[in-house]
């Protein structure tokens, strides 16, 4: 990349920033404050600790039901990827899980089991497993036949065959289960806490929405698409780079 | 090394959509003796790559048996498939050691890629290697577990005639330096003279053993074309059955 092409991304950064600027003005309306005030917003929230903590509660969610939602569906995935009848079998209840309303799934669980931790966390959980499922088992019905037969001629067992066989092969599906997935499971989190935790992001953002508090909205949603772009670059695009090292 | 006995009454591939039941294996009975050098000659599709897939265990389906000698409770195989099959997120060396089990040492493995000249090479990815070079560490890799057997299901097809020459020359290298008993799967007879301690000419589908010969010519005149090139045209004459399958 020459320094042309890295000047790039900043510049468009800054012309959003114009634009929003602009239209701030031009309307100078509370209902769009201008960068500045919503900085301001940032700025205070965060000094008194409340944008940290309501994060941090999110983030937390987000951890314990991705890890939950990505190890079952790995799991489930590979085994109705191997199996033809179970996979026969169970093909519809994924159909099934697929296709209910996130919003269902979560006002389901809080009646069921009441409006507690748990609940939130089992919601995003269904929401997100067939998801990963379904892409685990795309990704093990297309394992190489041949280097599986090669490990079985060589005594690889299983625990080989499946961190040096296996496991690179579905690496490029888990990868993209886990960028769709905290996409989703984001956006979930969100209406969760909203309908029935006491903090949290969701939380913070339906009572700016019932004081009208734009800037606080804004803020938080800075904070938040700071936070995923920064589990991209630090997490995810290393993985990448480090399981991609062979290719050509 | 102990002697094998490769018994096979019959194997059936069952009927799939409009291809109706196939015989492939009829009444194939083999014997080698340890350190004996086997080619199998037949024309293509006769059914040798689902006898190698039988011996080395990966497909049980079959009614027969197969004796490999008591030297381990699990007999070790080296496979050399037709294509090279590395696993292409790990290196050379690492898809070498990683066909080795816990008691042998990676440190063998370092002669066998100085006879195949590709010690230069061991750290390299095999997206980076020629067909050549790949085919040459798949032939590491099965003599480098130490086998019992070692199948090699048509390891020069698709190369050059050259290359070909160049990877067979290094393969009968090393065959001398560790001897193992090979049974080396072939429809090229010119081949198979070079290589050869005894060939087994097989029919078509059902697969039988037609006629086994032992190669007359002496190991160390086997470089002479002119006179494999011969002895080729011999067996032509003296054995017709021969001249029909090739």
């Not at chain 2, 060939?199 to 010969?213: G, I, Q, Y």
Request: proline share 5%; charged share 20%.
């Amino acid at each position: 990349m020459n320094s042309r092409q890295k000047l790039l991304p900043a510049l468009s950064l800054l012309a959003f920033l114009a634009l929003w600027q602009g239209l701030a003005v031009y309307l100078s309306s509370s209902v769009l404050p201008a960068p500045k005030a919503v900085a301001h917003v940032f700025w205070r929230e965060t000094v008194s600790g409340q944008l940290p903590y309501h994060l941090g509660v999110t983030l937390l969610r987000l951890v314990v039901s991705f890890a939950i939602a990505m190890l079952l569906g790995c799991a489930l995935g590979i085994v109705l990827g191997r199996h033809k009848k179970l996979d026969a079998f169970f093909d519809n209840w994924l159909v099934i899980f697929l296709n209910i309303p996130a919003l269902v799934t979560i006002i389901l669980c809080y009646v069921w089991f009441g409006l507690i931790e748990s609940a939130a966390i089992l919601a995003v959980v269904i929401n997100k497993l067939p998801n990963v499922t379904v892409t685990i088992r795309e990704g093990t019905r297309a394992l190489d036949q041949d280097l599986l037969e090669m490990a079985r001629c060589y005594r690889f067992g299983r625990r080989k065959t499946f961190t040096h066989v296996i496991w690179p092969q579905l690496h490029p599906f888990v990868m993209s289960a886990t960028r769709s997935g905290l996409a989703l499971i984001w956006k979930i989190i969100l209406v969760v806490e909203l309908l029935g935790r006491g903090n949290g992001m969701g939380y913070q953002l339906h009572l700016f929405f019932q004081l009208f508090d734009v800037a606080g909205i804004l803020a938080y949603t800075i904070a938040f698409v700071a936070v995923i772009q920064l589990i991209e670059l630090v997490i995810l695009k290393p993985l990448d780079r480090k399981s991609l090292r062979w290719r050509r | 090394m102990t002697d094998i006995r490769i018994r096979i009454n019959s194997k059936t591939y069952p009927a799939i959509g409009q291809a109706g039941k196939h015989q492939a294996i009829a009444n194939l009975d083999l014997s080698m003796k340890a350190g004996e050098f086997v080619c199998l000659v037949g024309p293509s599709g006769c059914g040798k790559t689902t006898l190698l897939n039988i011996i080395a265990g990966l497909d049980h389906d079959y009614d027969g048996e197969i004796l490999l000698g008591s030297q381990h409770t699990h007999p070790r195989i080296g496979y050399v498939f037709q294509n090279p099959r590395l696993l292409p997120w790990r290196t050379v060396r690492e898809n070498i050691e990683l066909a080795l089990d816990s008691a042998q040492s990676p440190d063998q493995i370092d002669p066998l890629l100085e006879t195949m000249q590709l010690t230069r090479a061991q750290h390299v990815y095999p997206e980076r290697l020629s067909l050549g070079m790949s085919r040459r560490v798949a032939i590491i890799r099965a003599f480098a577990v130490d086998p019992d057997l070692l199948l090699m299901d048509e390891p020069f097809v698709s190369l050059d005639a050259p290359t070909a020459r160049q990877v067979r020359d290094l393969l009968l290298k090393l065959w001398r330096q560790r001897p193992h008993t090979v049974l080396f799967v072939t429809h090229d007879l010119r081949e198979a003279i070079a290589l050869a301690d005894r060939l087994v000419f097989l029919s078509a589908s059902p697969m039988r053993v037609l006629r086994e010969l032992t190669v007359p010519i002496v190991r160390n005149e086997r470089h002479n074309e002119a006179l494999i090139e011969s002895y080729r045209q011999q067996l032509m004459n003296d054995y017709p059955e021969i001249r029909q399958l090739l």
